[in-house]
């Protein structure tokens, strides 16, 4: 199974600032087929981006996604108060899905 | 709007089975497929298994051996049922739906249930 490994584990930012979400896969991952989520505490992940690119319905354009192989990268331009959460990433090109390990995004 | 809502019992001993139903509403449990999905506390995310609404089903080759999926479209409701469970299967079960579009399903998923908490424990 590919394995994705997420960096950082933590980064500390303060809201308005631009953060940058490192996913890489131990294989290349088929066709781009890359999703991300946000999870807040005690709630169910949201899809933000799919195709390793494509914004899912109702995400603002500040969440943007990007990269192909084994390397991606969702960055966020201007951290809202909402966006402090956990973002995972999955892959879905190969059975079974997988995702990575997670990445937390905590106020500074 | 769809909505998933995982129901079944919070502990369960060691040893037993573990059985979970979601159920849909606000839409279609046809032309989808379902999975299961859980997050140990403090942990990531582990894609246990989907099913189709015909019935076709596929596992995480990890805990295939111990997983059943069902659906029973009637009711739209799909079901897990995890054997020989240990403390290593406490965690937050989620049911979620994978995105389907002009019938071409892609395993990313687009709406899920709220999570329930199953705790292995005697």
């Known amino acids: 199974e590919i394995v994705l490994t997420q960096s950082p584990g933590t980064l500390s930012l303060s809201p308005g600032e631009r953060a940058t979400l490192s996913c890489r896969a131990s294989?290349?991952?088929?066709?781009?087929?890359l999703a991300w989520y946000q999870q807040r505490p005690g709630q169910a992940p949201r899809l933000l981006i799919y195709?390793?690119?494509s914004r899912a319905t109702g995400i603002p354009d500040r969440f943007s996604g990007s990269g192909s192989g084994t390397d991606f990268t969702l960055t966020i331009s201007r951290l809202e108060p909402e966006d402090f959460a956990v973002y995972y990433c999955?892959?879905?090109?190969?059975?079974?899905?997988?995702f990575g390990g997670g990445t937390k995004v905590e106020i500074k | 709007q769809v909505q998933l809502q995982e129901s079944g019992p919070g502990l369960v001993k060691p040893s037993e089975t573990l059985s979970l139903t979601c159920t849909v509403s606000?839409?279609?449990?046809?032309?989808?497929?379902w999975s299961w999905i859980r997050q140990a506390p403090g942990k990531g995310l582990e894609w246990i298994g989907y099913?189709?609404?015909?019935?076709?089903?596929n596992y995480n080759p990890s805990l295939k051996s111990r997983v059943t999926i069902s659906v029973d479209t009637s009711e739209k409701q799909f079901s897990l049922k995890l054997s020989s469970v240990t403390a290593a299967d406490t965690a937050v079960y989620y049911c979620?739906?994978?995105?389907?579009?002009?019938?071409?399903?892609?395993?990313?998923?687009?709406?899920w249930g709220q999570g329930t908490l199953v705790t292995v424990s005697s």
């Open positions: 606000g839409g279609s449990i046809s032309s989808y497929y």
């Open positions: 979620a739906r994978e995105h389907c579009t002009n019938g071409v399903c892609q395993s990313y998923f687009d709406y």
């Open positions: 999955q892959q879905y090109g190969s059975s079974p899905p997988t």
């Open positions: 294989q290349s991952v088929r066709s781009t087929y």
């Open positions: 195709g390793a690119s």
């Open positions: 099913i189709y609404y015909s019935g076709s089903t």
